[in-house]
T-cell receptor, first 112, second 109 residues
Framework: NAGVTQTPKFQVLKTGQSMTLQCAQD?????MSWYRQDPGMGLRLIHY???????DQGEVPNGYNVSRSTTEDFPLRLLSAAPSQTSVYFC???????????FGQGTRLTVV | KNEVEQSPQNLTAQEGEFITINCSYS?????LHWLQQHPGGGIVSLFM???GKKKHGRLIATINIQEKHSSLHITASHPRDSAVYIC???????????FGQGTRLTINP
């Protein structure tokens, strides 16, 4: 099993550009979430989903959109990139909220 | 004050030493996670626990619900244990995990 797969691993964007970070899992997990990791801070929740067709906002949702059309995929869209969105992004999934979380390898995004 | 506090923030030790990393939290929880992150790498789940103690190889995790405190121990530490160790909690009915800032562990040969 591949687990949780994130693409790309690295990305450089210019301010104002848009892009989509991909996240896919092959474990039939209902729960999926996106976090960002910044120096000196713990991981912070951006958006999460408890199943296909259901998404909700986390702590820091501004500037990001998500959708969950299938159980497997949970893409994160940056609508108009800003330097404040320079960060490392992690996607995670779990069977439900009471079980172990599996993380992707991360996407290091730089906005210039 | 953060909901999840880890100590120490940085820890350097010699190979073979017994390591303890602490995590204190201020909310009622349904589960606590210990995670490991190698430099430039992804995040791996080490333990998920809601009571008592769990052991996996040289790693031991304990939790005291009454004191709102958990510890991660590493016995016979090795340079490959060098990583950032992250504590995260899930409160009662919450959908999200709340993360500590991490403890950077360096084991010198």
């Amino acid at each position: 099993n591949a687990g949780v797969t994130q693409t790309p691993k690295f990305q450089v964007l210019k301010t104002g550009q848009s892009m989509t970070l991909q996240c896919a899992q092959d474990m039939n997990h209902e729960y999926m979430s996106w976090y960002r990791q910044d120096p000196g801070m713990g991981l912070r929740l951006i958006h999460y989903s408890v199943g296909a067709g259901i998404t909700d906002q986390g702590e820091v949702p501004n500037g990001y959109n998500v959708s969950r059309s299938t159980t497997e995929d949970f893409p994160l869209r940056l609508l108009s990139a800003a330097p404040s969105q320079t960060s490392v992004y992690f996607c995670a999934s779990s069977y439900d909220r009471a079980t172990e979380a599996f993380f992707g390898q991360g996407t290091r995004l730089t906005v210039v | 004050k953060n909901e999840v506090e880890q100590s120490p923030q940085n820890l350097t030790a010699q190979e073979g030493e017994f390591i303890t990393i602490n995590c204190s939290y201020s909310v009622g929880i349904s589960a606590l996670h210990w995670l490991q992150q190698h430099p430039g790498g992804g995040i791996v789940s080490l333990f998920m626990l809601s009571s008592g103690k769990k052991k996996h190889g040289r790693l031991i995790a304990t939790i005291n619900i009454q004191e709102k405190h958990s510890s991660l121990h590493i016995t016979a530490s090795h340079p490959r244990d060098s990583a950032v160790y992250i504590c995260a909690v899930r409160s009662g009915g919450a959908q999200k995990l709340v993360f500590g800032q991490g403890t950077r562990l360096t084991i010198n040969p």
